[in-house]
T-cell receptor, first 111, second 118 residues
Framework: GEDVEQSLFLSVREGDSSVINCTYTDSSSTYLYWYKQEPGAGLQLLTY?????DMKQDQRLTVLLNKKDKHLSLRIADTQTGDSAIYFCAESTSGTYKYIFGTGTRLKVLA | GAVVSQHPSRVICKSGTSVKIECRSLDFQATTMFWYRQFPKKSLMLMATSNEGSKATYEQGVEKDKFLINHASLTLSTLTVTSAHPEDSSFYIC??????????????FGPGTRLTVL
């Protein structure tokens, strides 16, 4: 079945850039998403990218998609302590509406 | 727009009792709602997909008699954990799609319900 993998932890210093990586196996993925989850809370959509795009930038967030390698990354510029959270990538295929979530990356920002 | 609420946010119950969790789309009509379960420090696992007015579709390994899902209207879905046991303790998150802004496939997530079974 489909599988989405992420590294479990990332620690960066405040002001540095963070890069969170994600790999997926489903070649028919149509949409890829990045969600943020703060402790005890639900998921907040940060950004998404269509599979026919290579890059998407939204303020401090940059998403890069390498469809050939099935690799997705999220870059957070000028990382702040408020960015500390768990970040999930997810993929879905048009018509199924099901999301497959990655394992989540816990980002810790050091002051 | 596109707000999804869940109630209750936290529930503690005794083993053997049943617990109902509500998921509501507040400002849009949700043709499809999803129920996820999240174990501590783990990812979200899709439990079931429900479409308004029809039976839910459960993922493999999810007991449909244990986790009853009702999607009676376009703004409300409920998950009932029947005869709950400590191993059912988890964070349950619902999501909804249909009618809101954003990507065609976008799901909007509720804040989650923390269930603790003693």
């Amino acid at each position: 079945g489909e599988d989405v993998e992420q590294s479990l932890f990332l620690s960066v210093r405040e002001g540095d850039s963070s890069v969170i990586n994600c790999t997926y196996t489903d070649s028919s993925s149509t949409y890829l998403y990045w969600y943020k989850q703060e402790p005890g809370a639900g998921l907040q959509l940060l950004t998404y990218i269509f599979s026919n795009m290579d890059m998407k930038q939204d303020q401090r967030l940059t998403v890069l998609l390498n469809k050939k390698d099935k690799h997705l990354s999220l870059r957070i510029a000028d990382t702040q302590t408020g960015d500390s959270a768990i970040y999930f990538c997810a993929e879905s295929t048009s018509g199924t509406y099901k999301y497959i979530f990655g394992t989540g990356t816990r980002l810790k920002v050091l002051a | 727009g596109a707000v999804v609420s869940q109630h209750p946010s936290r529930v503690i119950c005794k083993s053997g009792t049943s617990v109902k969790i509500e998921c509501r789309s507040l400002d849009f009509q949700a043709t499809t709602m999803f129920w996820y379960r999240q174990f501590p420090k783990k990812s979200l696992m899709l439990m079931a997909t429900s479409n308004e007015g029809s039976k839910a579709t459960y993922e493999q390994g999810v007991e449909k008699d244990k986790f009853l899902i009702n999607h009676a209207s376009l703004t409300l879905s409920t998950l009932t954990v029947t005869s709950a046991h400590p191993e059912d303790s988890s964070f349950y998150i619902c999501s909804a799609r249909g009618g809101g802004p954003g990507a065609y496939n976008e799901q909007f997530f509720g804040p989650g319900t923390r269930l603790t079974v003693l």
